[in-house]
């Protein structure tokens, strides 16, 4: 039974469902069938959760579906137990690179000590994305999951007076995308040649060069499966509160998932029950410059950080709209 050798911690909204797809392909990868198991977020207490979240994971009974032979993927579960984690790559066989994208790690307080008492020579991916664009993106994605109705204004400060501030029970908005301490975490723990930073900007201009480079990271073949253009996770909205109703019923997406095998068919179910984002949904001006001011100075740290000129991301942050 193979054990992760590499961990794909984040940022959320930046990619990091891509990467997973990509690798799912590649044929020296193994990732969980669980793409985010989120097990060594370990400050996570299931009794804290968003009940949306609650409800939903406990759609799935973690012994059954190991026991079944994990007969389809799943997109996130708080997975616990040891265990039941190491029996998700049980048959990962003779991959050189076996790996799960849980965008919890980043943010955890614990999960960059706790990877590292696991597995000291894991690599660590990291994926970041210019944070206004980001919010902006988790609150798209938080709308069409039905666990807001809010303007984004107000989703945001109702969100910062939710007594517990871990992943998933509160939405977070503005922490995922403060960086440079998350990042820190595993650089004063893991050596250089262990973590490659990942761009989000990269990914959507050149997708290809992205895989490459993970690749080479991951010492695996060059392989580059071949890519559509596809944007995973895409922002999408629902076109009425029937589907807000519907999305938000207990087990709709894994049955979705389980009964329809034909992605044409399901991307059709969702062309119908969503619409894509479009300028109609852009940011208040005052709140973009509001987080411009909030943001400036962990980009700037972040540029220390990782060596990385971010002027445009400074420049992004300052505009007076978001598209």
Not at 30 to 44: D, R, T
Not at 107 to 116: E, F, K, L, V
Not at 301 to 311: F, I, K, P, Q
């Amino acid at each position: 039974m193979g054990k992760p050798n590499f961990f794909i911690i984040g940022a959320a909204k930046a990619g990091t469902t891509a990467l997973y797809s990509l690798l799912s392909e590649h044929p020296d990868v193994f990732m969980c069938p669980i793409k985010e198991p989120h097990h060594f977020a370990s400050e996570i207490n299931p009794e804290h959760l968003r009940p949306i979240i609650r409800k939903r994971y406990a759609q799935t009974n973690i012994t059954r579906y190991i026991d079944q032979g994990m007969p389809y993927p799943l997109h996130s579960l708080l997975v616990k137990d040891r265990k039941e984690y190491e029996d998700l790559f049980r048959f990962s066989g003779e991959a050189i690179a076996v790996g799960e994208a849980s965008p919890s790690y980043l943010h955890s307080p614990m999960a960059a000590a706790q990877i590292h008492a696991y597995n000291p020579q894991a690599r660590i991916v990291v994926i970041l994305r210019e944070p206004v664009s980001r919010l902006q993106s988790h609150y798209l994605m938080e709308r069409r999951m039905g666990m807001t109705t809010e303007p984004l204004t107000n989703a945001i400060l109702h969100d910062r007076e939710i007594k517990h501030r871990t992943w998933g029970s509160a939405a977070l908005y503005t922490e995922l995308g403060c960086y440079s301490d998350d990042l820190k975490r595993y650089m004063d723990i893991f050596p250089p040649e262990q973590i490659l930073i990942l761009w989000y900007e990269q990914l959507v201009e050149d997708p290809a060069a992205v895989v490459r480079e993970l690749c080479a990271f991951l010492k695996i073949r060059k392989h580059v499966p071949a890519l559509s253009g596809k944007r995973h996770n895409a922002s999408e909205l629902p076109r009425s509160a029937f589907t807000r109703i519907l999305w938000r019923l207990e087990g709709i997406k894994d049955f979705l998932r389980k009964s329809i095998r034909s992605r044409k068919i399901r991307r059709l179910i969702r062309n119908i029950l969503f619409r894509k984002a479009d300028q109609g949904d852009a940011m208040p001006i005052e709140l973009k410059k509001q987080l411009g001011a909030y943001y400036s100075d962990d980009i700037r740290r972040l540029a220390t950080l990782t060596g990385r000129n971010l002027d445009h991301w400074l420049a992004a942050v300052a505009e007076d709209s978001v598209s």
